[in-house]
């Protein structure tokens, strides 16, 4: 995702992402859900939405991953054990974000 939709935002990352950086939002799709984090002043920080549909953020594209080794069962109670690991308050734009997230769910 661009982190917004506004044509600047989306031609800075087009041009940046070329060497690895950009102002972008990072989620992983499971079962049907694409799971990320952000900030919230109370409460877990991990949060669920359709895929490519976050309504905080500009679709771009998709990184297949492969396919989780876990049942259903067993990767929400890893969300379960994630949203007490990652509280919206704890948020940081620069070291703990969407994409250290999507990194450890991954």
Known sequence: YDVSGAPAIKAVNKALRVVGTGAFHAAVEVYG?????????DGPGVFACFPKSC???????????GDTPLSLWSFNRLIARLETEWPGNEYDLLSHNCCH???ELC
């Open 55 to 65: 309504p905080l953020f500009s679709y771009r594209e998709s990184f297949p991953m």
């Open 101 to 103: 997230f999507s990194e």
């Open 33 to 41: 859900q694409e799971y990320s984090y952000g900030f919230i002043e």
